[in-house]
């Protein structure tokens, strides 16, 4: 579904993305995980044309896509959302969802703010998530979890092939992350690609099928959950410790884990 290759975006001297090359199948769940300051949000950027990247390609089911600008990657199906929340605060969470429409062509200026199909729509959006009883306030007026909420039915307005999460549980209660993960669930299992950034090791884990470990700005391991949590050079790059250490500790997990 989705390939990226030679990724690269520097700032000055800084080599925030460096060489990154992976790849996130079609129909999985993905997650890019590393320590503060690895290059993850910053490779996301590029991906989805947030930001433009200093070299490398990323293609999208057999299309490059990093030589287009943001609304044509988003046009071709590829939607994200980001750490901090970002919405229209002066208008209603139904409104929000909305705006995030596909546009339909120059003649849709001179119809009505909301169509009807886009309202039952953003209405059904609304029901998978479990907040039509929101549909009508304000999102000035929502708490944190609730405009994640908002944001991730947003995200869903623009019929996508594949979504970008960026720390999807940051700031969220357990019982809303709860919700979210289940939300996850069952769009993937509908056939919705997912790809995750994230720092919460237990949702990484519990959720995906495959696992992106980048440090420094570069890719350092790629496997399922089990192979990962057990690569030395993956704990190394967590724990701060000497690849000696880090496999010693790589030993006592795979010991661990064939005990239990």
Known sequence: MLEVRGLCKHFGGIRAVDECSFSVEKGSITA??????????????CISKSMWPTAGE????????DTLPAHQVTRRGLSRTFQITRNLEDLSVLENLVVQSKISGFRALFGPAISSAERDKAMGILEFLGITRLAHEEARS???????????????MSDPKIILLDEPASGVNPRLLDEIIAHIRALNEKGLTVFIVEHNMNLVMALSHKVV??????????GSPG???????VLSAYLG????????AAAQTASGALDG
Do not use: C
């Not at 890019?32 to 950027?45: R, S």
């Not at 990323?58 to 896509?65: H, K, Q, S």
């Open 32 to 45: 890019l995980i590393g320590p503060n300051g690895a290059g993850k949000t910053t490779a996301f950027n």
């Open 58 to 65: 990323v293609w999208l089911e057999g299309t490059r896509i």
């Open 213 to 222: 470990v980048m440090a420094h700005g570069q890719v350092i391991a790629e």
């Open 142 to 156: 929502l708490s944190y979890g609730q405009k994640k909420l908002m944001d991730f039915g947003a995200l869903l």
């Open 241 to 248: 410790v000497s690849k000696k250490a880090a496999v010693e």
């Open 227 to 233: 192979e990962v949590q057990s690569d030395p050079e």
